[in-house]
C-alpha cells in the first residue's frame, strides 16, 4: 500500500513540474518578444524537458 506521505509527496512534485514546465513557457514568451532568441529557445528546451520527464 503506498504510504499517505508518498502520494503527497509525488502530488507536488507533478505540480512543481507543471509549474516549472508553465515558467519556461511564460520565458518564451517573454524573451521572444525581448528579441532573445538563445534564451527562448534554451527556455523551451526546458519545458521540453520538463514536460518529456512527466510522462
Known sequence: MIDTKDQDARKDLE???QEA???AEA???DF????DEQA???AAETAF???E???
Not at 521572444?32 to 528579441?35: E, N, R, S, T
Open 40 to 42: 527562448a529557445a534554451e
Open 15 to 17: 505540480r512543481i513540474e
Open 49 to 51: 524537458e520538463f514536460e
Open 21 to 23: 514546465v508553465a515558467e
Open 27 to 29: 520565458s518564451v514568451e
Open 53 to 55: 520527464a512527466q510522462k
Open 32 to 35: 521572444d518578444a525581448m528579441g
